[in-house]
């Protein structure tokens, strides 16, 4: 558990001091919202280092020897691990945790809906409580069953040792406990009522809420991006000898298509959210129309990845459907008997 304590407290040292930078330089108040990014940012960063970040892969970056924390039994899953099947591990039981607190916000918003009339939330803050059940339901459905299963199963089933790149694969996971405490967080500092879309104009306008929203859904899509590009490694570069395309199981392909679209769409959501974060915080224009901006270009770019983005939900789930279908019924998908 040491590590955990190290990391917390180095990323809460490391919040204050963003925060602490970002109101010296600039008319930003401490829990103003150029505080909260800068924050954030220096945050995650101590987190990181703390975790176990540091000793595993940073210490390289100026000349030293790494230094190996690894540990048995169940204390190795609470600490800077590079074995695909911890990390595996780690995620599921991260996305079950996720999963049950927004099951429990899902309760709540039937509880409201249950009798005509208000009940227990005004308005605005059903809008709060519904944005925030969809950004934890997406997240689950995003890393639930590819970052879980497909840690722990890909290299298993191709015949690797591991993944192409353990350390960019633990980094991948310990960048999200940051992400869910700043969406816990944010109804501290106002929530965020424009939904898991963020759609403008109301995104740039609505409590500061909406900035740790942003930081917390753009990180979550930079650890998609690193995980994504680890399977789509490690498919191409680590497959057993024999093991051909064409023999590849279909969970295999599924995480294997998933990561893809991961890799290559997630990016467009992340820009969509920082061109928010620059009008909110920077002073552009991209969705004002005052200023010359119009809130269609949010859709236009936010689209590019939400499209896919139900693939790299579903994609997975299938392969896991068709594996046990094909297990059961002892007979082989028909695709392969094509090749």
Known sequence: MWPLIR???????????????????????????????????????????????????????????????????WRRYFRFNTDHKVIGGQYLVTMLVVFLLAGLVAVAIRAELASPGQSFFAPD???????????????????????????YLVPLMIGADDMAFPRINALGFWMIPPVAVALLAAPLVG??????????????????????????????GLSSILGGLNIVATVITM??????????PIFVWAAFAASILSLTVTQFFAASLIMILLDRIAGTTWFGAPGGGTALLYEHVFWFYSHPAVYIMVLPGMGVILEIIAHFSRKPLFAYKAS
Request: without cysteine.
């Open 7 to 73: 990391g917390t407290v180095s990323g809460i040292v490391g919040y204050l001091i963003g925060a602490l930078l970002a109101t010296v330089t600039t008319s930003s108040t401490f829990s103003g919202e150029f505080a909260l990014v800068l924050g954030f940012a220096f945050g995650l960063m101590g987190w990181l280092f703390g975790i176990g970040m540091w000793n595993a892969w940073g210490r390289q970056w100026v000349g030293l020897p790494t230094k190996s924390e690894d540990a048995d039994g």
């Open 125 to 151: 803050t059903y809008n709060k409580v519904m944005s925030m059940h969809g950004i934890l339901m997406i997240a689950v459905a995003v890393a639930g069953i590819l970052g879980a299963f497909g840690n």
């Open 191 to 220: 929530s965020f009522n424009a939904g898991w879309t963020s759609y403008p104009p109301l995104s740039v306008l609505n409590a500061d809420g909406q900035v740790l929203f942003n930081v917390a859904v753009i990180t979550f």
């Open 239 to 248: 497959r057993a000898p024999g093991m051909t395309w064409w023999k590849l």
